[in-house]
């Protein structure tokens, strides 16, 4: 296997005085100097040819791993194929060139394509009513939270002020609740990676009156169904609190099994995730808020809606509706809406069957994978996986070797690294999630890839504490290069 990035460094010094990358027309009309006060010393204006700036650029983006170019088995995010006609209908130019202050007579196809993905979100997830506002999973987690907490106090139960949270929960779980102004109550998962019934059960005990609700990713983090799904929820509605479902992993249960259906309130869908929108790099994406009849007078507006008065025979006429008791806005203007173009074209492509079969070929693969490494890899809940599943990054006799390590030499073979170091309840956690977009082989040479490393871990751990050997940037110290992000090249 040969690494698949450039180990040559990239040369960012190539300004070269009197080079010009464009012909400017003749001037016709009279020259003005720069305004001196906004140009800066320590930025001089790079003087180079057109090859020169293009290479330079494409170089750049060629640096970059991305799921156009690897595989990129990055657990919980689900780096699915997107396909590209979601790219080209969301630039068709009817959607590119809208402006959200538009009279709603001007915009009737766009609010077709909202009210219908609403539609679809509702079937897919078994939800009464739909708002596509929320710009990302976490701000659906946000949402919903104000939604639970809005039907509590209309139902005169402002005291009640807590949220129950797995041990396994996404790191947004008990983030997006504090936010919200509520408390956050963890509860242990028990050895079979489930929701400790015990456990929740001493905490209705002692949280019942002031339960607000739990909020469940299912299936969990480890990759797992949780097999009394059924008592917790029915625990939860005894002491008066809500269901609130994490749906990042709806990859594993499209077409199969509805949320709404398995009892829960409120849900919020990851169109970035789920239904193949690009995401990463901190782009744009959408996370529509379903819910049960009983809470759709809270979410927030607009919602789109037919509106049966200006409506004529096979012709609907789409308007915004505002829910009567709504949390208000949580966004500006619609939400993403080229987010919403590229999930609806996803939905339509596929089909009902299509769906079903995306989260049948993502369980398959994720257990095909498990079931390749799991002999080298412990996993410690090792059931039946759905969509994804964490193993352990240490050998016994390899004491010294870190998941990181192992993450860190998979770039050297040319894979993007798993997840890391999450769930928390996994100790050296490598977190797997192939999706369904990726073949037989693909997954073998992933394998073959981890199977090798897991020798060389034996046989030589320099060579991974060292890795990556052939990456353009070596080891960064991740804490600070998150907190003190550089994002300018400093000669
Ligand atoms: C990705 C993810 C989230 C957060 O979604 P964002 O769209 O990244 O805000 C929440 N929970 C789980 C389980 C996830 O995988």
New binding site residues.
């Given amino acids: 296997m040969k690494p698949q990035v450039s180990p040559e460094p990239l040369i960012f010094e190539i300004s070269r005085p009197g080079r010009c990358a464009v012909a400017l027309p003749e001037l016709d009309v009279p020259p003005a100097d720069l305004p001196q006060e906004f140009l800066r010393d320590d930025l001089p204006l790079p003087e180079v040819s057109e090859v020169d700036l293009i290479r330079h650029y494409t170089h750049l983006s060629q640096m970059n791993y991305a799921v156009d170019t690897v595989f990129y088995p990055l657990?919980?995010?689900?780096m699915k194929y997107n396909p590209k006609i979601n790219e080209e209908m969301a630039r068709l130019p009817g959607f590119v060139h809208l402006h959200p202050y538009q009279d709603e007579g001007t915009v009737q196809g766009a609010l077709a394509l909202m009210f219908f993905l609403q539609e679809f979100l509702k079937e897919i997830g078994g939800f009464a009513a739909v708002s596509l506002q929320p710009?990302?999973?976490?701000?659906?987690?946000l949402t919903g939270v104000l939604i639970m907490r809005a039907w509590q106090c209309h139902r005169g139960q402002s005291h009640r002020d807590v949220i129950l949270v797995p041990d396994s929960?996404?790191?947004?779980?008990p983030a997006s609740t504090t936010m919200s102004g509520l408390r956050v109550v963890e509860v242990p998962s028990d050895d079979r990676g489930n929701v400790d019934l015990k456990a929740l059960e001493a905490a209705c005990r002692e949280h019942g009156d002031r339960l607000v609700g739990m909020m469940l990713?299912n299936p969990?983090?480890l990759g797992l169904f949780d097999e009394h799904l059924e008592e917790i929820v029915a625990l939860i509605h005894e002491h008066g609190g809500l269901m609130y479902g994490?749906?990042?992993?709806m990859n594993a249960l499209l077409g199969i099994a509805r949320p709404g259906d398995l009892g829960f309130d409120v849900l919020?869908y990851?169109l970035?995730?789920t239904f193949s929108t690009p995401?990463g790099g901190g782009g744009p994406?959408?996370?529509p808020v379903g819910v049960s009849a009983e809470l759709a007078d809270f979410l927030p507006g607009p919602i789109v809606v037919i509106d049966p008065e200006r409506s004529a025979e096979n012709s609907p006429f789409f308007t915004f509706y505002y829910p009567p008791k709504s949390i208000g806005r949580v966004k500006a203007f619609y939400g993403h809406f080229g987010i919403m173009v590229r999930a609806y074209t996803y939905i339509r492509m596929m089909g009902p069957e299509g769906l079903r079969r995306v989260a049948e070929d993502a369980v398959l693969n994720a257990n095909y994978l498990k079931s390749r490494i799991q002999h080298v890899y412990h996993v410690p809940y090792n059931r039946t996986c759905m969509h994804e599943f964490v193993c352990e990054g240490r050998f016994p006799d390899a004491p010294d070797v870190r998941a990181l390590d192992i993450s860190k030499r998979l770039i050297d073979y040319g894979f993007h690294p798993p997840t890391n170091y999450f769930p928390l309840i996994v100790r050296e956690a490598l977190m797997i999630e192939p999706t369904e977009t990726e073949s037989k082989e693909t997954l073998d040479a992933f394998a073959d890839a981890l199977l090798r490393i897991a020798e060389e871990a034996r046989t030589n751990p320099q060579l991974l504490h060292e890795a990556p050997h052939n990456a353009p940037v070596r080891r960064v110290d991740e804490v600070r290069a998150a907190k003190e992000l550089i994002l300018r090249y400093q000669p």
Wanted: proline share 0%; net charge negative.
């Fill in positions: 657990g919980s995010c689900t710009a990302a999973g976490a701000h659906g987690e929960a996404h790191g947004t779980n990713t969990n983090t994490d749906g990042a992993n919020h990851n970035h995730k995401h994406g959408s996370g």
